[in-house]
């Protein structure tokens, strides 16, 4: 039983809109594109991300 930690490959901001994802060439968080068009969200906003506590970074390999 090994246990693996994993990170987060996408974030939204909750009062703007804002969409990143994690670019691993890069080691960035990138513009996030839907539908062609970049979430950009409000500059100006102080982002919220979306980090409710759902997101487990343990990752077990027991089935």
């Given amino acids: ?27 960035a968080w990138q513009l996030a594109r839907e539908d062609g068009e ?7 906003c102080i982002h919220e991300w979306d980090i409710n506590g759902t997101f487990n970074p343990v990752e077990s390999d027991d089935s």
């Fill in 38 to 44: 970049k979430q950009v969200g409000n500059p100006h």
């Fill in 1 to 27: 039983m090994s246990a693996q930690v994993r990170t987060p490959t996408a974030r939204v901001c909750e009062a703007c809109g804002r969409g990143e994802v994690w670019d691993d060439d890069l080691e």
